[in-house]
Nanobody, 125 residues
């Protein structure tokens, strides 16, 4: 089992920045590739970013590329999502997840077996 707890969400004006954190406990954190997903009201959960176990490779949705940065600190059992140039379309509940299936689809929520409870990000115009 891996327990994941997100923090760092909040209300920010368009153009602003936030850094989300996801603290992991339980099984060895650095055994898991990690991902961030988000879900806006009335929409499906969508992939945001992913990072490999070592942190050497990262992947992003086109909608956030160049604005969001995923990183991890294995010594602190924490994964981060730095978000800049936020716009109202980024408003959603953001979830971190630990990947438990490796079939090449890092962008698919079905590859992630452990999820946090989510943190709300609201961007006002």
């Amino acid at each position: 089992q891996v327990q994941l707890v997100e923090s760092g969400g909040g209300l920010v004006q368009a153009g602003g920045s936030l850094r989300l954190s996801c603290a992991a406990s339980g099984r060895t954190f650095n055994n898991y590739a990690m991902g961030w997903f988000r879900q806006a009201p009335g929409k499906e959960r969508e992939f945001v970013a992913a990072i490999t176990t070592s942190g050497l490779s990262t992947y992003y949705a086109d909608s956030v590329k160049g604005r969001f940065t995923i990183s991890r600190d294995n010594a602190k059992n924490t994964v981060y999502l730095q978000m800049i140039s936020l716009n109202p379309e980024d408003t959603a509940v953001y979830y971190c997840a630990a990947r438990t299936t490796y079939s090449g689809r890092y962008y698919s929520y079905s590859e992630y077996g452990y999820w946090g409870q989510g943190t709300q990000v609201t961007v006002s115009s």
